[in-house]
């Protein structure tokens, strides 16, 4: 037998190169998607107040104990109403990127999807967000709310 004839790939090893391959690319696939769950991104690092300043409505609007979901630089942000007065946070949970609500009975953030849950001021209090949520300066003008720099 010649060195040409061993080098020749037959249809039987062509089709078994080919369901191996599918094989390792399905476990690679498989194996990034846990991975990218497991490791979740990092979090931005968003300094306090971050962007132009924007009215989100009134002081009517939101009521003490209350909370309501507005747009601040094309993301979603959250205004809540406490004793200590007004205050913005990002809605974007820092684990995997859900968009957190505001539960008054509890008088906390909670994310709807892996069960985070955070303070008044963004911090973690349980779940598995790695860090707290970027905050925003909140001026109050002539019964107007303002979120951002003035």
């Known amino acids: 037998m010649t060195e ?20 390792l690319f399905t476990f690679l696939a498989v194996a990034g998607t846990i991975a990218s769950y497991v490791w979740p991104p990092k979090p931005s690092r968003m300094k306090a107040g971050g962007g ?3 009215m989100i409505g009134s002081t009517d609007e939101i009521s003490l104990g209350k909370g309501k979901v507005f747009m601040y630089n094309n993301k979603p942000a959250l205004v809540i109403h406490t ?3 007004f205050s913005a946070i990002s809605a974007v949970c820092t684990h995997l990127g859900c968009i957190v609500k505001w539960d008054e009975s509890r008088q906390e953030i909670v994310c ?3 069960g985070a849950f955070f303070d008044t001021r963004g ?3 349980t779940g598995p967000a790695p860090g707290p949520l970027p905050t925003y300066k909140v001026t109050v003008k002539d019964d107007k709310i303002y979120v951002g720099e003035t």
Do not use: M, Q, Y
Request: proline share 3%; with cysteine.
């Open 112 to 114: 709807p999807c892996h």
């Open 52 to 54: 132009e300043r924007t």
């Open 123 to 125: 911090n973690v209090l």
């Open 4 to 23: 040409s004839e061993h080098k020749k790939i037959t249809r039987r090893s062509f089709l078994d190169w080919l369901i191996r391959g599918s094989f």
């Open 83 to 85: 004793n200590a007065g």
